[in-house]
């Protein structure tokens, strides 16, 4: 009877599948053995999932497969299932013929042992009460710390019968070390030092000294950034720029002060719900903002909202929870008890977010905050907000009285086609504007406010205006009197000191953006610009879309400078403009700048004076596309609606034109506190953060994922039932969800923590799915081990910091990576953990260490907040249609040389196109949450390092240094660059392989000098002396085989 | 996976054993094993049974093509230009920018012709795959769960509304590895306006490994990123380092048998062969005037969709599994008649000339063509000009590669508006490629997340009509 049993005893590998090995007198376990073939054969029609269960049969619980008889404890005879497996009949036989699977021998037997032994179910080791293992003991008595790992790794060698590897050279431990706790090789001075004295104490001295340096929280940051899908884009379609480069930098920060791991968590999902929230914290929340958003204009704003949610879940899921919570989204899981009404619960905790679910194309995805580097700002911000919010509300309140007579005066100018007025579009004291550039000094001349500048002569001063409160003109649907109409500038000059130009540009963009090539720019001027400014292609400016309209006014004092619109400079072919903004320029002289707006027909004016309104409603609320790029017609709109078929929103937007336009004094008021508020913020960085919406969306339990289906019932947020530790709270919200995971009573955030950091440290996890602790995931090899780490970091204040001190602090980390034979053939996936693990280094890795071997790598102590753009292959963005259009437009502006040379986590992260060096090296590109990266091994690895501008350069500058000390031999340099690429000496065979190189490349190169200077002139670093181009070229080569090594890739 | 490695291994450790000194750059020459960039393997499960096609050449039209002006003659939407369209049909039914407008009939003038001796309906602002309306098999009734681009495009190409899955090219060169000695098994080129981008998501690798993600080539005489040795490095200079690169990792090899070394080795070679034969890829000067003239390109490739074909079947040829040509500038919200005008223009020398040159080499019998888009159009005008996305029908067509040629299938309601029969959903359309290939689209599966993901999910049908 034990036949198919000696079968499996035979297979010499002990621990290459997770159901392994069952000797025969062992016992079955549930969880171990027969979890994973029921989930894998049978939980699909006989599982969780009520609604796609077959014969009303489910064999993922005891009462459920024992009701029918399915399976009858200690009695395999008489056991359905075990009949149904065992058929041969095409019509009984389970799993189904069609299901394309089925049971091999050996699963057959162990379920039948499995049931003769009594069936007995247990409960997934990820969702087990999380206690505190004891550690096993030795004669060395009771072990803590490092130790009790150690312990834990011993008591299953010896339960496996396996021997652990010697340990690695110190060279090896100390390149281990550094590679993993900065992901940056340790130099040669350092592997010397530590090779003299290899002990303990100086391994974790070089530890310690290696976690408090900036490069220790850059690297660990990385896999947090994977995890929460961090990007600089929104991700589809245009995938344009987003503020999120404050919340990179604040990951960093947090884990360079190793900010406790359930304080990082709870700032990120809910710092804005803290009380009184600083703008760290507000930060954090910037977490829930980089979801994959999408502005396709015919995207269906109630579907992209349950997209969004969608994106929410998965990574709760996946960041903390190690469950595959979007399997829900459709129906309840197949295999883990999540039920899609689990889905929909926590979805709801998002529901209070601030969000559109689609964005007109450019959007900045308000709400932003502001961050300013002097803190008198940031509280004069806070202040002017508050006082701003108060006045709206002041206003709002004005009663209806006088309503309808405001309402029959406006629909009557809006009919006046007799007579004219000025549209003042920006009013001296600049409006609210997204776009100020350039200095002006606010000053009164004459009673009249104004805007100060001043030019030393032949010199040329600028300021621009745009993206305003007070809307954006397609100038075109203005025209009815093509010399009436114009724009026009009110300005005062100073008749000692008369500019020699002056003149007036407008810029210009779609859906009220600011666009960014020069054609969205046009300038008119009088006199003459001495400074050939205008001559000159300027980033905001080109000379054929430039006009001289005369010579400068003759008087002093205010005038006034029209531009007719049959004098207009004429749009660009396919470019459909909207005038979004104004610059005013002069060459010399002192300038004082008034009023700026149009002259047109009264009914236009009418019209565009009524945009404010709506334009200030969505100022700082994101609102879906197709109101959002109507709304700065949107009151006329609603105005010229019949009374009676007007909608809600409609009738608010006219009553918000009422209150405003009716109180005169008010509005000035709030007027002057917006410019203050704004002008302050077009100098402080904006960054994407959570806020609550004063209403909370709705959440509906979603009939196989439909949004169209609106019958299932709305829900609240609520953790997934199956946990057995609800939140007992009525409406928990963000912050009780992130409480709720740091919960005592939660088992999954611990586990699922440590498991993925063992995976740094020791190359695969404890379980080897990080990505999935639910019962598809990897059996753990050590639960034990897994759970007491994970109780470590738990009752420890959840410090990461202790955790990777105890992860690099055991005799295990030190292992050799190399397998003995008896492992390789025992444990080739190396389960026990008897031996250390080799692995390429990971894409960001590869290009720092190959820069800092090559003295290039930029490293600070000041945490950058902007992305860089490294050297890309030209058609790879800025010819292809992978650019972002319209007033979305990106250029790739190649970073210069104070930039270029920063750490790869600092790359401009494009969601649809990474940089192609990353992706060839398996970064993710970050559209889904990412726990666990590929590893792979391709020819497009070899190109990109062989031919990527930044590694020629790299090994350019590398070989100058080499060639740099011209006292010593050939083969001493050869040892020099093994020293400082790898950290140890050649061999005398690597040397020959490379003297060899070496001498026929310095033969090429001295005879084609001008191939040798090319070579290394290639990136932005200095090149060097023509004379020694040659000797540097050759040594170039030299430099980058060296840098390509497999060797030079790996951490083993 | 790299099972050709162990004959390398054995080459190696030969030569090393032999020659403990004097390990010259200029003796590595003669190491050169023709086996060392060979075709890789797929799965040993695949093919399950023969197939029919041994490669795809997958015409991509990007932004959704209006099949009312391509391939699906309505001449009732003509009667009734202008009426609405009966509620009945589409109530319920997601749309994208008509959610804001009234829907109204929208017939078109662009004209049609019955074809061939298999007599199929094709606009004749195709006049070229008019001609060759006998080789091909018309599918009226696609129908897609996507109605905005970026998902669609996900849809089409991975089975799936959300990014993170692999597409279908990836799923084949898992599946059935790769034919082609130094050229990837998946390549995807692009010509068309600048529109709007195309996700890379469409030929993203998903979970599978890197190796079978979708390779972007450019139509010009470099094709690839960093495909070029660097500046002042001659291809002389670059092979030098590259075999001494080589030699000094086998020197790590033998210290520390690390297999991952060899395979690392093989892919620094291939690297190397691919710095030639991707460029020879893109050197159309071999080609006969005859068939230069055929495309209606020369010389070298412009980027443009005929180049692009050009280069499809000169990477068929060398066994490339599966090609993809984006094209774009297919939608027509607005001017959807002379948007179609255009972009047939574009196209539809490009298409016809590749069916042609395929069957004239004896290719076109186990090459899969495919022509389509990401979803098809309303058959309600937008605007008065244009049709908007539409999920419920749309046009595809196949020729070769086993497909029954001069033939339809499906068909549209009096309106176009859905299937009347014969509805031909994604993951139809997915089942039945993957059958041509000789792959049962249910036991293609890749374990992830603990889940055994295929590229047609739980769904799926092969399509026995379309099959020759």
Redesign the interface.
């Known amino acids: 009877m034990f036949a198919s049993a000696r079968v499996v005893i035979a297979i010499p590998v002990l621990f290459a599948t997770a159901t392994a090995i069952v000797v025969a007198e062992e016992r079955v376990e549930f969880n171990r053995d027969i979890r994973p073939i029921l ?2 054969n049978c939980l699909y029609c006989h599982g969780f999932d009520e609604t796609h269960r077959e014969a009303g049969l489910r064999l993922d619980t005891f009462d459920g497969a024992t009701a029918s008889d399915a399976i009858v404890p200690s009695n395999p005879q008489a056991s359905e299932v075990l009949l149904r497996i065992a058929s041969d009949d095409p019509d009984t036989v389970m799993p189904p013929p069609a ?2 699977k089925h049971l091999t021998e050996v699963q057959r037997e162990l379920i039948r042992r499995w049931i003769q032994q009594g069936a007995e179910y247990q409960e997934h080791w990820a969702w087990k009460h999380l206690d505190r293992p004891s550690v096993p003991e030795d004669k060395r008595g009771p072990r803590t710390g490092s130790a009790a790992i150690d312990a834990f790794l011993e008591a299953q060698w010896k339960s496996k019968g396996v021997a652990p590897v010697d340990f690695a050279t110190p060279r090896e431990q100390l390149r281990r070390l550094s590679f993993d706790l900065r992901g940056l090789p340790p130099t040669a001075d350092e592997v010397a030092s530590f090779e003299s004295s290899p002990s303990d104490e100086a391994f974790l001295k070089f530890r310690d000294r290696w976690m408090s340096e900036l490069a220790y929280a850059e690297h660990q940051a990385v896999r947090w950034l994977d995890l929460v899908r961090w990007a600089d884009t929104s991700g ?4 344009e720029p987003i503020a999120s480069g404050a919340y990179r930098a604040w990951i960093i920060e947090a884990i360079r002060n190793n900010m406790p791991f359930d304080e990082f968590s709870t700032e990120q999902l809910a710092g804005d719900l803290l009380p009184d929230p600083s703008d760290s914290q507000l930060t954090a929340s910037g977490y829930n903002r980089i979801v ?1 958003t ?1 502005c ?5 704003e109630a ?1 992209q909202l349950y ?1 969004l949610k ?1 994106e929410h879940v998965r990574a709760v899921g996946t960041v903390w929870l190690g469950l ?1 919570t ?2 829900a989204e459709c129906h309840d899981h ?2 883990d008890p999540i039920l899609a009404k689990d889905y929909y619960r926590l979805a709801a905790f998002f529901d209070d977010l601030v969000e559109a679910g689609v964005y007109t194309p450019g959007d900045r995805r308000e709400p932003l905050h502001y961050v300013y580097h002097d803190p008198a700002r940031s509280q004069r911000d806070q202040e002017l907000v508050s006082q701003i919010k108060a006045l709206r509300v002041e206003i709002a309140a004005k009663a209806d009285d006088g309503l309808s007579d405001w309402e029959a005066q406006a629909l009557a100018d809006l009919k006046n086609k007799d007579s004219r007025s000025d549209f003042v579009w920006i009013p001296a004291q600049l409006p609210a504007a997204r776009v100020i550039e350039g200095e002006f000094a606010a000053t009164d001349i004459e009673g009249k406010t104004a805007r100060q500048t001043t030019a030393a002569k032949g010199t040329l001063v600028r300021h621009h205006a745009a993206e305003l409160m007070t809307g954006f003109v397609n100038q075109a649907s203005q025209k009815t009197d093509k010399e009436k109409d114009a724009y026009f500038v009110d300005m005062w000059f100073d008749e000692n000191d008369r500019p020699e130009m002056i003149g007036v540009q407008i810029s210009h963009g779609d859906y009220g953006r600011l666009g960014w090539r020069t054609a969205n720019f046009e300038t008119y001027y009088w006199g003459n610009d001495t400074s050939g400014t205008l001559d000159q292609v300027q980033p905001w400016s080109e000379p054929g879309r430039v006009k001289r309209l005369g010579e400068l006014p003759k008087e002093n004092g205010w005038v006034r400078l029209r531009v007719p619109f049959d004098q207009l400079v004429g749009t660009v072919s396919g470019q459909a403009f909207e005038s979004v903004g104004m610059a005013w320029l002069h060459t010399g002289g002192r300038v004082l700048w008034g009023d700026s707006g149009f002259e047109l027909r009264r009914d236009k004016t009418t019209s565009l004076l009524l945009g404010e309104a709506a334009i200030r409603k969505w100022w700082e609320t994101p609102t879906n596309r ?1 109101v959002f790029q109507s709304r700065f017609s949107y009151v006329v709109t609603s105005l010229n609606t019949k009374a009676n078929d007007r909608d809600e929103l409609q009738n608010e937007v006219i009553r918000d034109a009422f209150c405003e336009q009716a109180q005169p004094e008010l509005m000035q008021s709030l007027r002057e506190l917006e410019s203050e508020l704004f002008t302050m913020r077009s100098d402080a960085m904006p960054v994407l953060v959570s806020k609550q919406a004063e209403q909370r969306k709705t959440t509906r339990l979603l009939h196989r994922g439909d949004y ?1 289906d609106t019958t299932g019932p709305l829900v609240g947020a609520a953790v997934p039932e199956f946990l057995g530790n609800p939140i007992s709270k009525d409406n928990p919200n963000r912050l009780d969800l992130a409480r709720w995971l740091f919960a005592k009573e939660n088992p999954l955030t611990a586990r699922v923590f440590v498991n993925r950091l063992w995976q740094q440290f020791y190359g695969h996890g404890i379980s080897d ?1 990080l ?2 602790s ?5 059996w753990p090899s050590d639960p034990a081990l897994l759970d007491w780490l994970a109780c470590e970091f738990r009752d420890g204040g959840w410090d990461r910091d202790h955790m990777v001190r105890l992860m690099t602090s055991t005799q295990a980390y030190r292992l050799s990576s ?1 397998p003995s034979k008896e492992l390789a053939q025992l444990d080739p996936n190396n389960q026990t953990f008897a031996r250390q693990s ?1 692995f ?1 280094l990971p894409a960001e890795n590869i290009r720092d260490t190959s820069l800092r071997v090559a003295g290039l790598l930029r490293t600070t102590t000041e945490v950058p907040t902007q992305s860089f753009f490294p050297y890309q ?1 030209s ?2 963005w800025t010819s ?6 319209g007033s979305r437009h990106m250029l790739w502006d190649t970073s210069g040389e104070r930039t270029q040379y920063q750490r790869s986590l600092y790359t401009f992260w494009k969601r ?2 990474i940089h ?2 990353m992706l ?1 090296f ?1 970064a993710p ?1 970050r ?2 949450c990412t726990a666990q990266r ?1 590893i ?9 390092l ?4 930044i590694f ?1 350069e790299a090994a350019r500058v590398f070989a100058t240094q080499l060639v740099g000390d011209t006292a010593i031999t050939d083969n001493e340099r050869i040892e020099n660059a093994f020293q400082l690429a790898l950290q140890r000496s050649p ?1 005398i ?2 040397t ?3 003297i ?2 070496l001498t ?2 310095r033969t ?1 190169y001295l005879e084609h000098p ?9 990136g932005q670093a200095l090149p060097p002396r023509a004379d020694i181009a040659p000797e540097v ?1 050759a040594w170039t ?1 030299v430099a ?3 840098l ?4 030079f ?2 951490r ?1 | 996976m790299m099972r050709h490695t162990s004959s390398l291994d054995v080459t190696r450790r030969h030569f090393f054993a032999r020659s403990a000194t004097g390990i010259g750059v200029a003796a590595l020459g003669s190491m050169l094993n023709p086996m060392i960039a060979s075709a890789t393997p797929g799965l040993d499960a695949f093919p399950d049974h023969p197939p029919k096609a041994k490669r795809v050449i997958y015409l991509y039209m990007s932004g959704g093509p209006s099949q009312f002006e391509s391939f699906d003659d309505k001449p009732v939407l003509r009667e009734l230009n202008g009426k609405p369209i009966p509620k009945s049909l589409t109530a319920g039914v997601k749309l994208a920018f008509l959610q804001y407008e009234a829907l109204k009939c929208f017939g078109t003038d662009v004209g049609f012709k019955k074809c061939g001796g298999s007599g199929q309906s094709i606009s004749n602002l195709f006049p070229y795959l008019q001609k060759l309306a006998d080789e091909m098999c018309v599918v009226r009734t696609l129908q897609t769960d996507q109605v905005n681009h970026d998902p669609a495009h996900t849809f089409m190409n991975t089975g799936f509304g959300i990014p993170g899955r692999p597409s279908m090219g990836s799923w084949l060169s898992y599946g059935l590895g790769s034919e082609a000695a130094d050229l990837p098994d998946f390549v995807v080129m692009r010509s068309g306006p600048l529109d709007q981008p195309i996700p890379t998501t469409a030929w993203h690798n998903g979970f599978l490994p890197g190796k079978h993600q979708g390779v972007e080539f450019y139509g010009s005489a470099q094709p690839l990123n960093f495909l070029a040795s660097p500046e002042g490095v001659s291809p002389i200079m670059q092979r030098e380092t590259i075999r001494s690169i080589e030699s000094l990792n086998q020197l790590h090899y033998n210290d520390s048998a690390d297999q991952e070394i060899l395979t690392r080795i093989n892919q620094y070679e291939l690297a190397f062969q691919m710095q030639t034969s991707v460029p020879d890829l893109a050197d159309f000067s071999s080609e006969s005037l005859a068939t230069q003239e055929l495309y209606g390109v020369s010389g070298e490739p412009n980027g443009s969709f005929a180049s692009n074909c050009l280069m499809a079947r000169r990477m068929a040829e060398r066994g490339v599994r599966f090609i993809q040509l984006y094209h774009t500038g297919w939608d027509h919200h607005g001017g959807v008649v002379k948007g179609v005008t255009d972009r047939a223009k574009d196209v539809d020398q490009g298409c016809a000339a590749l069916i042609s040159d395929l069957k004239q080499r004896g290719m076109l019998e186990d090459t899969l063509v495919i022509w389509g888009g990401e979803f098809g159009r309303t058959p309600m005008s937008q605007g008065g000009s244009g049709r908007d996305h539409h999920t419920k029908s749309g046009a595809l067509w196949m020729a070769g590669g086993g497909v029954k040629a001069g033939t339809s299938y499906g068909e549209t309601d009096d309106f176009g508006f859905t299937a009347a029969i014969d509805p031909f959903h994604v993951h139809d359309f997915h089942a039945t490629v993957l059958h041509l290939l000789g792959i049962n689209h249910k036991r293609l599966t890749y374990r992830h997340q603990g889940f055994n993901f295929r590229l047609t999910n739980v769904h799926g049908n092969v399509v026995k009509q379309v099959l020759g």
């Open positions: 989930s894998e299901t394309e589809f379609v245009s995938d994959n999408n396709e204009a015919g995207a269906i579907e997209k969608g595959t979007g399997c197949k295999f197709q169209q799915s990505e999935d639910g019962t598809q995931g990897t190399k080799r390429r292959p058609p790879y292809s249609d992978k650019v972002m259009f649809q196109n192609p060096t060839a398996d590109t559209q889904e590929n792979t091994n391709t020819p497009g690895q070899a190109l990109a062989l031919n990527d501008p020629v061999s065979d690597e020959t392989v490379l060899e190189l026929r490349q090429h001008s191939d040798a200077m090319s070579l290394v002139s290639i070229a080569a980058r085989a060296i390509n090594l497999h060797e890739l790996n083993s």
